[in-house]
């Protein structure tokens, strides 16, 4: 199944819900929202099969919301 924009777009964007509801009281949305659009770009820039992008920006995200730096 090919995925639209618009459908990539909704994905990041329920991304950020669950990450700003699992980090309420931590980090406000517009962080948690800089963080995986951060982590969105750094992946579209290096990735060769886009199908699992909002898995992995949410994996990046997390920890980087968590604390715990990633690195490429």
Do not use: C, N, W
């Not at 949305?29 to 579209?44: G, K, S, W």
């Amino acid at each position: 199944m090919l995925h639209t924009s618009a459908d990539v777009d909704q994905q990041f964007d329920r991304v950020v819900d669950a990450l700003t509801k699992k980090f309420t009281g931590v980090h406000h949305r517009d962080a948690v929202t800089e963080i995986v659009d951060e982590a969105r770009r750094q992946l579209e820039g290096e990735a060769r099969v886009t199908t699992y992008l909002p898995v992995l920006a949410t994996r990046r995200a997390t920890d980087r919301l968590a604390g715990r730096e990633v690195t490429s």
